[in-house]
């Protein structure tokens, strides 16, 4: 086994509480299928056998194999995590580093993408790198986001990557919020590097493949908690920095691993089983670069690499927006007939290409669903008006109802005749009859999430 | 370098002002030809010959300069001259370009008041010579890139480019091909990156450290109006940072073509010179090669043979010399038996005699090299003599006329010239141009020992020695002829493309703190002398030195400090270091005596007499032989020193072995104990 996959399926979703707070992140529709699904599909298309997810108890409860609607080839080992909120990333993969035997592809569960996987993974492997990540160009979401109109969203603060001629080699990165006093960049890097590009408006997809000796760095180095916030950023900078002379005695190893753990990483990059690799590159004619004579990497041990897709489908399923955009994305992304066998759809009814019916759903007469997800064990009565909406597993809508642009959480009833536009609702709500809405919120407790707005009537 | 000078590229500066849009495709294409570079980086040939003149492999730098344009499809050229006028356009009279037929007409415009680049433009601007864009390049420029290219990026944009030079790190929007930002990047460890430059909406950006500025610009006409605008505009680079600082105000651009082949580069130093030569004779510049004959001159006509072997007509080879590779001769040149040429060009009309070895060797005209010379990447130029016997190490200049031997070895890095070094001191303010920035750049001296031991018994010239690379202008750094020698940048291991601009500032100073000290010292000691020869009273001391002490920023403690050393060390500065102890005692009481009220000013807190007496004991850890309690005894008599202080300090231990074996001092101890029994005796009063 080359590479072990770690899903991350801990995250709280806590940038859209809207849709979290009773259905855990991993388990969200998107397409009529829990979020978690396209991650662990993408990686069973390539052909991972073995899965370890890194979940909560609640979770974990939830993912049983048909749920999931996988074929039942992968073995899915669930590990459970307490405390979500201050467990991150790192400590996840430390908290499993017993599973761990090989090089490890880390990935989120809200991740929703077409990438062809091996593009990342042969990066990895071609150049022996440390780390090879994924990143996207970043999606303007066209949609309009339910319930947020007139909220600017704050401008989120760009990322600066830099990569080298190649566009693979990632020799940059930094946060705009860090680089107030203007960026800087070491003129070592640029005489290696001469020509850099700095990119923004791109996406991290949070797919990392990290190296053995990387994982056991964390172990030794607890103070790391986060992998894209500290262990990222840390190895794009180590790429660079002189390699520490290896110290004299062995106080001083024990020091300086005590101290920051630094030269464990050296001393890693160079353990043993390396020996046969280094004696490959030296002994080839190959080199990474020219221009000057020096060896291949300018003989760094620390490497990192980026696989930017420039086109293609890549969602991180973290906003509502993103949720909306992933969801009008997911028919493409799906195999499955739109319209489940067991779904209960009557003759005299339009429904879209581009829209998905789930399981058990009843669709009665004269109702047009358009650009739009019905879930699960929902009943739509006649005279239905649905566009460009996801409605979750076992919405009822009553007759006459006009549902556009919104979210429909579980459960949620909509009375007959209501006209809802651009609206949340929450689950297990009930809209009154005739009601009228627009661009509201309309969940059960608005209190707890007093940074939305209150839903507001549409004047008649 | 090869490398370097290969990625070649150019671009175009330029303003763009509102969209103007006449029938300007039907005008002349016009350029301006700076033949004057306004520095003397080629100082002290540059003397005798202007720097566009200068031979590269036996054609004159304009003439290529020239070439380029021409075949680029300018059709007017306004060569404006400086240094030297008269010999350009002597050249050019004579040469192709002046001919009836030639489809470039060459226009002249010579002026001594020219001193920059800005100077010229504003004169163009003064004059309303240009109709439409221009091309801007200066008479030292080899290349044979095709700009019409650019040329065409630059119309459709109507907004301008400019280039960058190696050593300049520039941010480019990639997308629009604009330069954000450059700099230059000697010396510097970090690269910064203001912020602003990323706000633009693109969002990719590009950073490039691997570009040779060829000093090709494109230019709107608006570009000459600029610099008429902005009267502090000296040099491109001038211009190009205020461009780009002032771009959002002005609206203003500065656009970049990276030329992916062609060769272009401009010979900017002997660096330079060296690396474009051997490109040309290597044929990197084709179409332009040595047997092409461009410039259609009789008798400049050779032929190419294998392994890059260049003859002229006429000329003639002695037997069993040998031309290993990359060899250009002109006509009616001479060449002795068992001779061992590489990677050289030599000129017309030279004679050269036997067993001579020429390797990067850069032979003018009339050069007479007798036998059994061997000379090693320098430059000879016109009507020098070489006699028997000569060594010439590398990077050795020898400039017109001059005459070396016999039997002597140049050793790395000579510069020889007919002129005094010192000439140029007094003629400054005639030599306009060329010569007008240097003076202070490169202060060069003569060197006062006989010659005819450097340059041979029958040799004629003078040495020159760049002497300390101190004044740096921000642009256009001190350096020698050669530029500096390569070191390799102390924090990267190693970088190819540094190599020919590499113009670190060689030697470091210290700390400027240390150096402050230091001056403070001189000053302080200065003044003192001067207290002494011209009787000047305490008081007035004091002043000066208190005044010293705010323009070197020099806290009280180290006044003191240094004021006390001063002072210690003065009789050995009055008589020379080897004094016996009475008679450094018997000069420095008198001397103590005298400044005591300079002291006084300085030493009055207890913490300031403790100060006092460890810069003393400092002084006298150097100078043990003169070690006394005299010193101490007299400036406890002139009340410089009280009672306390000296017992405090004699009670604190020596830290190490020699203070205390300086406490231990006969005289001291002695000293000492009169002054406890003077205590006990002043308590028991």
Not at chain 1, 439 to 456: E, F, P, T, Y
Not at chain 2, 38 to 48: A, G, L, Q, S, Y
Request: glycine share 6%.
């Amino acid at each position: 086994m080359e590479l072990q996959a770690v899903l991350m399926a801990a995250g709280g979703g806590s940038r859209m509480m809207e849709l979290t707070y009773n259905t855990h992140k991993p388990l969200l529709p998107v397409g009529n299928k829990p979020l978690i699904w396209y991650p662990l599909n993408l990686l069973e298309r390539v052909g991972f056998e073995e899965v370890i997810i890194i979940t909560t108890k609640d979770v974990q409860k939830m993912l049983t194999p048909d749920r999931l609607k996988l074929d039942g080839k992968m073995k899915l080992d669930v590990v459970c995590i307490q405390l979500e909120g201050e467990m991150g990333t790192a400590d996840a993969l430390r908290h499993v580093q017993q599973k761990i035997k090989t090089d490890v592809l880390v990935l989120s569960c809200d991740l929703i993408t077409d990438v062809a996987l091996h593009e990342v993974v042969d990066l990895f492997r071609a150049h022996n790198a440390s780390m090879a990540m994924l990143m996207s160009k970043l999606h303007e979401f066209t949609e309009t986001v339910p319930g947020q109109k007139g909220k600017k969203k704050a401008g989120e603060q760009r990322d600066f990557v830099g990569v080298d001629a190649t566009g693979q080699r990632l020799l940059f990165m930094a946060n705009e919020a860090d680089l107030e006093d203007g960026l800087t960049i070491r003129k070592s890097i640029m005489c290696k590097h001469p020509s850099m590009r700095i990119r923004t408006g791109l996406l991290d997809a949070h797919l990392y493949c990290l190296k053995r000796c990387v994982v056991d760095f964390l172990v030794e180095n607890k103070n790391i908690s986060s992998i894209r916030g500290e262990l990222i950023p840390y190895l794009v900078r180590k790429q660079f920095s002189k390699s520490v002379n290896l110290p004299n005695n062995k106080d001083e190893v024990e020091m300086s691993q005590k101290m920051e753990g630094q030269t464990n990483l050296e001393i890693l990059g160079s353990c043993k089983d390396e020996e046969l690799l280094r004696l490959t590159q030296e002994r080839s004619c190959w080199n990474d670069h020219h221009g000057d004579m020096s060896e291949a990497y300018h003989g760094g041990k620390v490497r990192c690499y980026v696989h930017i897709m420039e086109d293609g489908v890549c969602y991180r399923v973290n906003t509502l927006a993103a949720y909306i955009e992933a969801n009008r994305m997911a028919p493409k992304l799906i195999e499955d007939p739109p319209i489940h066998p067991s779904a209960v759809i009557s003759e005299c009814t339009q429904v879209g290409a581009d829209s998905i019916i789930g399981a058990s759903c009843q669709i009665s007469d004269k109702t047009s669903i358009k650009r739009s997800t019905v879930g699960a064990s929902s009943t739509v009565r006649e005279k239905v008006k649905i566009t460009n909406s996801i409605l979750m597993n076992g919405v009822t809508v009553e007759e006459g109802c006009n549902i556009q642009g919104s979210v429909i959480c579980s459960n949620a009833v909509i009375g007959r005749n209501a006209d809802i536009k651009y609206c949340l609702v929450g689950s297990s709500q009930r809209i009154e009859p005739d009601a009228r809405h627009l661009d509201s919120n309309l969940s059960i407790n608005d209190s707890a999430l007093g940074s939305l707005k209150m839903s507001r009537d549409w004047p008649a | 370098m090869n490398m370097a000078a290969k990625t070649a590229k150019q671009g175009r500066p330029g303003a763009r002002r509102a969209a103007v849009d006449q029938d300007e495709e039907e005008q002349p294409l016009q350029a301006v030809l700076v033949a004057d570079s306004f520095n003397r980086r080629f100082f002290p040939v540059t003397k005798d010959q202007p720097r566009a003149l200068l031979p590269l492999a036996n054609v004159a730098m304009i003439d290529y300069t020239l070439e380029f344009l021409t075949s680029t499809g300018v059709q007017e050229t306004f060569v404006f001259c400086c240094w030297m006028s008269d010999k350009i356009k002597d050249h050019l009279a004579k040469s192709k370009w002046c001919r009836s037929n030639s489809s470039n007409t060459v226009h002249f415009i010579t002026s001594d008041t020219y001193r920059s680049l800005g100077d010229v433009l504003r004169d163009v601007d003064a004059k309303a010579l240009l109709r439409s864009d221009f091309i801007l390049v200066y008479g030292d420029v080899v290349s044979s890139i095709d700009v019409t290219q650019a040329l065409q990026e630059h119309r459709l944009r109507r907004k301008l480019e400019k280039n960058i030079s190696d050593n300049i790190v520039v941010a480019v929007d990639s997308k629009s091909k604009r330069i954000l930002h450059y700099q230059k990047t000697q010396g510097l460890k970090k690269l910064q990156f203001p912020m602003n430059i990323f706000h633009s909406t693109s969002d990719e950006f590009e950073i490039r450290h691997d570009l040779l500025d060829c000093h090709i610009s494109i230019c709107s006409p608006q570009v000459a109006e600029l610099f008429t605008d902005n009267f502090d505009y000296q040099t491109r680079n001038d211009f190009v940072r205020g461009i780009l600082v002032n771009e959002e105000i002005l609206g203003n651009q500065i656009h970049l073509h990276v030329a992916k082949d062609g060769y272009g580069a401009r010979v900017s130093n002997l660096f330079m010179y060296d690396a474009v030569s051997s490109d040309m004779i290597r044929r990197w510049i084709y179409p332009i090669t040595p047997e092409s004959n461009f410039v259609d001159e009789e008798g400049k006509s050779c032929t190419h043979s294998r392994h890059n072997v260049y003859r002229g007509t006429g000329v003639s080879l002695g037997h069993g010399s040998q031309m290993e590779e990359n060899v250009l001769i002109g006509q009616d040149t001479s060449i002795g038996a068992k001779g061992h040429i590489s990677n050289s060009v030599i000129g017309a009309n030279c004679i050269i005699g036997d067993n001579v070895i020429l390797d990067r060797a850069y032979i003018w005209n009339n050069v007479h090299i007798a036998d059994n010379v061997a000379i090693r990447q320098s430059v000879v130029c016109d009507g020098v003599e070489v006699k028997t016997g000569v060594i010439l190490k590398e990077q050795c200049v020898l400039a017109f006329n001059a005459v070396v031997g016999p039997d002597v070895t140049l050793p790395e890095g000579t510069v020889v010239s007919l002129h005094h070094p010192d000439e140029e001191e007094e003629e400054q303010d005639e030599f306009l141009s060329d010569h007008a920035e240097a003076g202070h750049n490169k202060a060069t001296k003569k060197d006062k020992a006989n010659n005819s031991k450097e340059l041979g018994t029958e040799g004629q010239g003078y040495i020159w020695k760049s002497s300390s690379l101190d004044h740096t202008k921000e642009d256009e750094l001190a350096q020698s002829l050669w530029g500096l020698v390569l070191n390799p940048d102390p924090e990267s291991d190693s970088e190819s493309e540094a190599s020919e601009g590499s113009d670190q500032p060689g030697s470091r100073t210290i700390s400027p703190e240390l150096d402050d000290i230091k001056v403070f010292q001189t000053e302080v000691q200065g003044t003192l002398q001067r207290g002494l020869e011209e009787n000047i009273g305490c008081d007035n001391l004091v002043l000066e030195i208190n005044s010293l002490k705010y323009a070197y920023n020099i806290t009280l403690k180290e006044v003191m400090q240094i004021l006390t050393r001063v002072v210690l060390e003065y009789p050995f500065f009055q008589e020379g270091a080897d004094l016996s102890t009475s008679q450094y005692n018997t000069l420095l009481l008198p001397l103590l005596k005298g400044w005591a009220p300079v002291f006084k000013n300085y030493v009055k807190r207890a913490q300031d007499h403790l100060n006092c007496l460890a810069s003393i004991e400092e002084f006298f850890l150097e100078h043990e032989a003169h070690w006394g309690a005299l010193v101490l005894m007299s400036a406890y008599n002139l009340d410089i020193l009280e009672e306390d202080g000296i017992m405090r300090w004699f009670s604190q231990e020596g830290t190490t072995d020699k203070s205390k074996l300086l406490r231990k001092n006969q005289g001291l101890l002695k000293f000492i104990q009169w002054l406890e029994e003077a205590e006990e005796y002043s308590e028991g009063d």
